[in-house]
């Protein structure tokens, strides 16, 4: 189906990921944006990483929503109630675009977001250093410390930014669980933690206290000045927009394979980034979205940080490479891997560096490998078959194109719920449980490339018969709605018909 059909009297569209994140959602939010009156993200924090080209530009974000670059003709755009919020990178974020002239004045914060301080990097920086073995490979922004703070009813919002003493004392009592944690904590681990500019190049630092409670008062008073004017009650704003039927895009973060409710625990991130957290983080219903639109790479995956991954290329090599510091993007360059290569590590190193795979938050070299329909068809059981493929024209000159269509399980006898996986066990869809997943062996069909450049393409009938054949077999395996083609990263890559 084409995209302008799907559209056709659709109020509210959500963009959200079928797989583990940077799958393109911010090209197809940055496309949507311009119908639409109002954009808004309702999950994740500076985790997240936006990749936009516009007119050549390349444009990186992490907490403004994508659609800021469309910040015209009075459209709004909504940083909703479900974000972790470090008010720092908004407002580093703001200056970037205030300095290259762009209008950010359709900015709103939502005052009910969660406040991400500096005790939450810290914590999430020495959990991934101290827990030898058990790191999750985590962004070190905080997320999962100033979600938990949330839920365990310790936590601030932006709005507390705006009342001095109120931040003043709900800082103290948060601050005061945290030190007696920190406490414990190597101390030369934390004041070195603590030096980085992320976390205020050491300002927070206190040689009898541990962290200085002046010091981030003074510097969140600052931030919560720089951001009063456009912090508001987004819920009820969202709300008026759809009972005014306006056009309300809503942009999700990460992957639903990232989720903390959908997603391969304990490797995920720490917020719901399905469609039903996405619809929650913005104060609606999710009744009210009229369509989801689910990102999905193909045919090939990523994922960054630690976590099962059945198809990567190279396997525990390729997990282990990935998380080596000396894993960069020079250095793969050096090696000049080919996309063809007989060594899976090398070619899935090669697809990285054709897809530019590397994370837009901490430059981690993606893990790479073929896409997996058993996590699609989890994913779609979810957000439904309509999608949009991404990234098709890294693959351009791959000669075989290897889809797993099926795992056979390899590993002890394991209950999910009734049922009883034993060794050989055929599953066509996953179980996001890391018990099933790390002895899945995946079934591959092997299809051959299409060999041809695909940027220039622009209709579906141009591209080349054996990508138009892998694209029917994808549709006949899972029962896809494919709506758009993206096969490049720049605005007009897109194959709308
Ligand atoms: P956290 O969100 O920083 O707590 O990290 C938890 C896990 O989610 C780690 O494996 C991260 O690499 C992953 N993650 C978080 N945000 C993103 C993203 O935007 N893209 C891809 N992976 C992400
Ligand atoms: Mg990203």
């Known amino acids: 189906m084409k995209l302008s059909d799907w559209l056709r009297n659709a109020r509210v569209v959500a963009v959200v990921d079928n797989q583990f994140g940077d799958t393109g959602k911010g090209k197809f939010v940055d496309l949507l944006a311009e119908r639409s009156d109002v954009i808004a993200r309702g999950t994740g924090g500076a985790n997240a990483g936006h990749t936009v080209c516009c007119n050549g530009r390349r444009f990186s974000f992490h907490l403004l929503p994508s659609g800021i670059l469309c910040d015209a003709d009075g459209k709004v755009n909504i940083i909703g109630n479900g974000v972790a919020v470090d008010p720092r990178v908004v407002c580093h974020e703001l200056d970037t675009l205030a300095d290259m002239g762009m209008s950010t004045n359709g900015l709103r914060v939502a005052y009910n977001a969660k406040l991400v301080l500096p005790q939450h990097l810290l914590l999430d920086r020495i959990r991934e250093r101290a827990m030898a073995g058990g790191q999750l490979g985590t962004t070190g922004r905080g997320i999962g410390p100033a979600y938990r703070d949330h839920y365990d009813r310790l936590g601030l919002t932006v709005n507390d930014l705006l009342n001095v003493d109120v931040f003043v004392c709900k800082l103290r009592r948060n601050l005061e669980e945290k030190v007696s944690i920190l406490r414990h904590v190597d101390s030369d681990l934390v004041r070195h933690i603590l030096s980085h500019d992320h976390l205020g190049s050491g300002r927070f630092y206190h040689s009898t206290h541990v962290i200085d409670e002046d010091a981030i008062v003074q510097e969140y008073r600052r931030f919560g000045l720089r951001l009063a004017h456009y912090v508001t009650d987004t819920d009820a704003l969202i709300r008026q927009a759809v009972y005014d039927d306006k056009r309300v895009l809503l942009e999700g973060a990460q992957g639903i394979l990232l989720s903390i409710d959908h997603g391969t625990y304990p490797y995920v991130t720490s917020s719901d980034c399905s469609i039903h957290g996405l619809a929650r983080g913005v104060g609606l219903p999710q009744r009210v979205v009229d369509r989801t639109l689910g990102i999905t790479k193909a045919f090939y995956m990523t994922r960054v940080g630690e976590g099962p991954f059945p198809t990567e290329l190279g396997r525990e090599r390729s997990a282990a490479w990935c998380r080596d510091a000396t894993a960069t993007r020079e250095a793969e360059t050096a090696q000049q891997p080919d996309i063809n290569d007989a060594d899976e590590l090398r070619q899935g190193m090669a697809i ?85 997943l790390t002895h899945c062996q995946p079934h591959y069909k092997h299809l051959p490339g299409w060999n041809t450049l695909t940027r220039d393409i622009r209709k579906r009938e141009h591209l080349p018969l054996n990508l138009q054949n892998l694209i029917a077999a994808l549709i006949q395996w899972t029962s896809a709605n494919i709506v758009a083609i993206s096969v490049g990263p720049d605005r007009e890559q897109t194959i709308l018909q």
């Open 352 to 436: 990285r560096q054709r897809g530019d795979e590397y994370g837009t938050t901490t430059m981690r070299p993606r893990r790479t490998g073929w896409l997996d329909v058993p996590f699609l068809r989890y994913a779609m059981n979810i957000h439904g078959c309509d999608m949009a493929l991404t990234m098709i024209d890294v693959l351009d000159d791959c000669d075989v194109i290897k889809v797993c269509t099926k795992y056979f399980y390899q590993g002890p006898d394991y209950y999910i719920g009734d049922r009883l996986l034993q060794a050989g066990t055929i599953l066509t869809t996953a179980y996001p449980d890391v018990n099933v």
